[in-house]
């Protein structure tokens, strides 16, 4: 069977930015399980992934429009520490959930300036490529109830 729309899909990869750095790997690990045609991965990955089947092996280079974007300097800001109230130790590199202009997301403090607090909303791979070294373990078809949910089920999934 190969990869297509509304199959689930498993996989061991391993990825590495440009300079080689492993970033994330599943080998070792449980495979990573998705439903595919539903966004539930990278739009490159997935692309990359179309009408594999079962044993397949490739490497891909996936770019950053079709990873986590590009970097936004609108998505960086300098806000007042006020906005952190009741949260007694403001460090670098810490994340919080918020509000940002593409919907919910995560902000990562990059700096601190007395009562400035510059803030970044880009997830902390945009304007990266990602090197993906994959393999297809699986490939079923979805159930009627992954399909219309968008997304596999399966362990602590409370469908």
Do not use: W
């Not at 806000?79 to 919910?104: P, R, W, Y």
């Not at 997830?123 to 994959?134: E, I, W």
């Amino acid at each position: 069977m190969q990869v297509t729309d509304n199959t689930a899909v498993s996989i061991h990869y391993t990825l590495t930015d440009d300079t080689g750095a492993e970033i994330d790997s599943t080998v070792g690990e449980e495979p990573l399980v998705y439903l595919h045609g539903k966004g539930n991965i990278i739009s490159g990955l997935e692309k990359a992934l179309n009408d594999k089947k079962v044993g397949d092996k490739f490497n891909v280079r996936i770019e950053p429009i079709d990873a986590y974007g590009e970097l936004s300097d609108e998505m960086v800001q300098v806000v007042s520490k006020e906005m952190f109230d009741g949260i007694d130790t403001l460090e670098v590199g810490m994340q919080f959930h918020a509000d940002v202009n593409t919907g919910s997301g995560v902000i990562t403090i990059t700096k601190i300036d007395g009562n400035d607090i510059t803030i970044d909303g880009n997830h902390p791979m945009a304007g990266q490529a990602l090197n993906f070294d994959v393999e297809v373990v699986a490939v079923r078809p979805a159930t009627k109830d992954e399909a219309a949910h968008g997304h596999i089920h399966g362990a602590g999934c409370h469908h």
